[in-house]
């Protein structure tokens, strides 16, 4: 099984920052890090992978509705 260390979440856009990771977890069910030596963290890349297709995604049907745009008159 593959882990990938937090610089790879880093680099794939998936966490931008340390703090950002700890809300993920804490409150998005982002998955745990795995210990794998005294100093080294780590996560499962399956369960990211399946923790990434589980989020939401926003695309053109399901983003935000579009405004008609404002209507300015002429003073």
Do not use: C, H
């Amino acid at each position: 099984m593959p882990f990938v260390r937090y610089k790879y979440l880093e680099e794939k856009g998936i966490i931008s920052n340390r703090m950002q990771l700890a809300r993920a977890i804490e409150r998005y069910g982002f998955p745990k890090p795995v210990a794998l030596g005294e100093n080294t963290l780590a996560w499962p890349l399956d369960e990211v992978e399946s923790w990434l297709k589980s989020r939401p995604r926003r695309t053109p049907k399901t983003g935000a509705p579009k405004r008609p745009p404002a209507i300015v008159q002429a003073v």
